[in-house]
């Protein structure tokens, strides 16, 4: 009776751990797509008709919030045109094990994570190399699946907002069969650096390259993988070394700029015009940057509707 007891208990144990264990690995491993190479991409690889331009916006592992926000907005708004894939990039937590069961639920919900684990969320990351290794990854993914890939990547910071639509109408579509592009704001590497020699950079809140830019950024920077530099100068630098020619077309202050959140409040644009940096530059802005605080991105994203500036003609 005893032993028949014993056995009985012993059945339960082992099928209790059995369960445990099905239930640990499958939290561990969850059945929806891997972050490690995130395969966000099938429009890359696949034959059917697929957007020409894709969005990265650059993330860290924790921002949810802000990702929210920014696919509620402009990501939302202008969604519709076709026009224009999106993707956020991020980099290993420190706690990785404490947030990647929500990393991974939150890329389960909406598939647009891309996980750059071999490199560690911090903000000289995120202002240096980041931006080149997912590229690099980017390429890695194009050779290894092969497939057309977009006409235009782009790369955004999370604290600005983007009218894709007038950037797409305005400046993409016009260039279409354009190569060795890049449109941004323009830096000079001398005024950046006081070296003598001199050659332009793009600005880092917003830029957007040809396809062929992003392979020829892969390969220089695994040729000479530069460490330490901003991001901006960082690019400016590989080409300049690397003796590539390219052709920088210029956002200028009309367009992007950077917004005053001690002065800004969003409301009665025109006629009160807060400071938001170049006052004349929202009537035609595509690129408000420097959004901080969640509030002041709300009240930017406020301004803009699917056509753009929401007062673009009233407050010419």
Same mark, same amino acid.
């Given at each position: 009776m005893v032993q028949a007891l014993n *056995?009985?208990?012993?059945?339960?144990?082992?099928?209790?751990?059995?369960?445990?264990?099905?239930?640990?690995?499958?939290?561990?491993?969850?059945?929806?797509?891997?972050?490690?190479?995130?395969? +966000?991409?099938p429009s890359l690889f696949k034959e059917t008709a697929k957007a020409p331009w894709l969005i990265a916006t650059m993330s860290a592992a924790w921002s949810q919030q802000r990702r929210n926000i920014i696919r509620a907005t402009w990501q939302h708004t202008y969604r519709s045109s076709g026009h224009f894939d999106t993707v956020f990039v991020i980099a290993k937590a420190k706690d990785h094990d404490l947030w990647e069961?929500?990393? *991974?639920?939150?890329?389960?919900?909406?598939?647009?994570?891309?996980?750059?684990?071999?490199i560690e969320e911090d903000r000289d990351i995120a202002n240096t190399i980041k931006p080149i290794e997912f590229y690099k990854h980017l390429v890695h993914k194009h050779e290894a699946e092969g497939g057309e890939p977009w006409k235009f990547v782009s790369k955004v910071d999370d604290d600005s907002y983007l009218d894709a639509t007038t950037f797409y109408n305005e400046f993409l579509l016009p260039r279409v069969d354009c190569n060795d592009t890049i449109i941004a704001r323009y830096l000079s590497w001398a005024a950046m650096t006081g070296d003598k020699v001199d050659y332009p950079c793009p600005g880092g809140q917003f830029y957007t390259m040809s396809w062929d830019i992003v392979e020829t950024l892969a390969r220089l920077h695994t040729e000479n993988p530069i460490q330490g530099l901003m991001e901006d100068g960082m690019l400016g630098k590989?080409?300049?070394?690397?003796?590539?020619?390219?052709?920088l077309v210029r956002l200028n202050d009309s367009r992007a700029f950077d917004i005053n959140e001690d002065t800004f409040h969003?409301?009665?644009?025109?006629?009160? +015009?807060?400071?938001?940096?170049?006052?004349?530059?929202?009537?035609?802005?595509?690129?408000?940057?420097?959004?901080?605080?969640?509030?002041?991105?709300?009240?930017?994203?406020?301004?803009?509707?699917?056509?753009?500036?929401?007062?673009?003609?009233?407050?010419?």
């Open positions: *056995r009985k208990y012993i059945l339960y144990f082992v099928l209790g751990t059995a369960i445990a264990l099905f239930l640990i690995l499958a939290f561990i491993h969850p059945g929806h797509p891997s972050l490690q190479f995130q395969d +966000k991409f069961p929500l990393i *991974r639920q939150e890329n389960a919900t909406w598939g647009d994570l891309v996980l750059l684990d071999h590989l080409l300049y070394e690397g003796k590539h020619p390219w052709e969003g409301q009665g644009m025109p006629p009160e +015009k807060p400071d938001l940096g170049p006052v004349e530059a929202m009537t035609m802005a595509v690129n408000p940057h420097k959004m901080k605080k969640d509030e002041s991105y709300l009240k930017v994203a406020a301004l803009f509707d699917e056509h753009g500036f929401k007062n673009k003609i009233s407050s010419g």
